[in-house]
């Protein structure tokens, strides 16, 4: 079981941030922290690779082995044309290649674009297109993307694949095999650019936000306090998110690796099961797992401490909202308490919890992590008073008035709105929270998932909460749907676990029961007024619930109706 439940400790908040300083030299690289000088070590692991193509089960790669290969792959791309600023693509699962791409990458100062092996055709043409990527790295399973849209991309010139098998290609295993294993790195400010990473595109079409190196120190303190107080000795991190997204590369990948610790890779599908077989057969001590992991491994496997032999010791959570259920759930159930944590692609890890050094309370994101100067903004760019709902920004310095590093560069060919993202020297997140008198922050949603139904003003996040706390919810989404009178009332989709009944009569009595559900524990305005059951819910490759795309079929289905 994990570590015991931390309900009383100590409030070391305002300590913590007052005391911090930022310590940015002005040379950085992201490849000498996370690789290069752990390498000296033989036997220090850096990847454990779950791979289930793999007869043996699983295999390790060490800081050592890592290095070996960044520098033969270094060498491969600088005999490409890959020189500082050239934007490579890497489009691969959790696998080592990602590990050793990016570090080739930094040493190079290329600018490393990682994508997910999720997107179709039309998103990496889009991605590949903007960026005029030169070079895409990918193995066998994304090829038939990459093949569909390569002649539309002019601007790549070369595609190195792994386990491709394909003569018209550059083989990743060959190439690294016959180059040279010792390669003299590229020197880097802290301020020059290093990763190009794509906007999830929620809200419109996704934007490239270029992160400089700086970032990866610029989300140490968020990191360490989330995981309460990474590293400690024998530290094993796993998340099932995506290594191609900030939550995978920026708050599990390099954070990790920059500790010297190992990281669990797997390229299995995630399943509550494979998630506790995992940490159990690794020893997983630390772990980054979306509101949604949480939800389906709650409804899965309640009492997993009966099954399973965990190490646990600290779990972050962000993407949305965890919510009181969830919370009381990782609490009871694992004895640990779920650190929230808030951040964006464009500037990470700005506020959260650290259950080891404040408490934390149940559904709040938690306050704002030392380093970072972070407030909840009125439209006229005013700090709101405790109890009121603004945007969540954050000040370009720290409250000592020294330039945060966490700060991305800036939207890629989009000067105008790199501009627009800001409000003076405030970064606007797009997000919205409540603030208490205690300064916790409480998510609210993003700004555009907002909505008045009858004159009240509705955040879906604090529904669809209550609606997961009953046992029939696997998960919900909450968005607004016209309606003549009342502008908008409350529509709840929602996807029920496997041994829910079903049919005519069942699912009518379900409705009545949620709906009263809601109704008995949230204001008589919130509960929704219709509930549609669906088999699952548009998701983000983030983890992220697409609310938008519902709000938009709402928006259709009316138009279509009227």
């Known amino acids: 079981m994990g570590t015991s439940v931390q309900t009383n400790s100590p409030d070391r908040h305002a300590q913590l941030h007052s005391e911090f300083r930022w310590l940015l030299p002005d040379d950085f690289n992201i490849a000498q922290l996370c690789c290069r000088r752990w390498a000296d070590d033989a036997n220090r692991i850096a990847i454990h690779f779950d791979d289930e193509d793999d007869i043996e089960g699983n295999r390790s790669l060490t800081y050592a082995e890592m290095q070996q290969q960044a520098n033969r792959l270094s060498n491969v791309l600088q005999s490409l044309q890959v020189t500082r600023g050239t934007r490579v693509a890497i489009v691969l699962p959790q696998r080592p290649e990602v590990a050793v791409a990016h570090i080739a990458c930094q040493q190079l100062a290329a600018i490393a674009m990682p994508m997910s092996v999720l997107f179709g055709p039309d998103a990496l043409e889009y991605r590949l297109q903007d960026s005029e990527a030169t070079l895409v790295i990918v193995d066998r399973a994304g090829l038939a993307s990459i093949d569909a849209i390569r002649a539309q991309c002019p601007a790549l010139r070369q595609v190195i694949a792994i386990d491709a098998g394909r003569d018209d290609l550059i083989d990743w295993h060959a190439a690294l095999s016959s180059a040279a294993d010792s390669f003299d790195p590229v020197a880097t400010r802290a301020t020059d650019p290093a990763i190009l990473i794509y906007t999830s595109g929620t809200t419109g079409a996704p934007k490239g936000a270029l992160i400089p190196q700086s970032a990866l120190l610029g989300n140490l303190p968020g990191f360490v306090a989330s995981q309460n107080w990474f590293p400690q000795q024998g530290d094993v991190f796993w998340s099932p998110a995506d290594w191609a997204w900030t939550g995978g590369l920026m708050d599990a990948l390099l954070p990790t690796l920059y500790f010297g610790q190992p990281i669990v890779a797997s390229r299995a599908r995630f399943s509550a099961e494979n998630a506790f077989r995992l940490m159990e057969k690794y020893g997983v001590t630390n772990a980054f797992l979306f509101p949604t992991a949480l939800k389906m491994m709650m409804k899965a496997v309640p009492e997993p401490t009966q099954h399973y032999r965990l ?187 496997a041994d829910t009944p079903r049919g005519e009569t069942a699912d009518r009595r379900l409705v009545e029961q949620l709906q009263q559900h809601v109704r008995g524990l949230l204001a008589p305005y919130e509960y929704p007024k219709e509930i549609e059951f669906i088999d699952a819910l548009p998701m983000t490759t983030t983890g992220k619930v697409q609310r938008r795309v519902l709000r938009l079929l709402e928006e259709a289905r009316a138009a279509e109706a009227a």
């Open 311 to 497: 190490k646990l010791r600290a779990i972050m959570s962000a993407g949305e909202a965890v919510g009181d259920a969830v919370f009381n759930w990782t609490r009871a159930a694992l004895g640990i308490t779920v650190n929230e944590m808030f951040g964006q692609t464009e500037a990470n890890y700005l506020v959260g919890n650290c259950a080891l050094h404040w408490p934390a309370r149940p559904g709040s994101m938690g306050k704002p992590y030392p380093g970072h100067r972070v407030a909840v903004l009125n439209e006229a760019g005013e700090a709101v008073a405790p109890g009121e709902i603004g945007e969540v920004a954050l000040h370009r310095r720290d409250i000592h008035g020294h330039p945060d590093p966490v700060l991305f560069v800036g939207y890629w060919k989009r000067p105008d709105a790199t501009t627009d993202k800001y409000r003076g020297d405030w970064l606007l997140t797009g997000d919205l929270a409540e603030v208490d008198a205690d300064g916790y922050l409480w998510y609210r949603g993003r700004a555009d998932d907002m909505f008045k139904a009858a004159g009240y003003r509705i955040g879906p996040s604090e529904i669809e909460n209550c609606l997961v706390k009953h046992p029939a919810v696997a998960n919900a989404a909450v968005v607004p749907k016209p309606d003549a009178e009342r502008g908008n009332v409350v529509k709840a989709f929602i996807v029920l676990t």
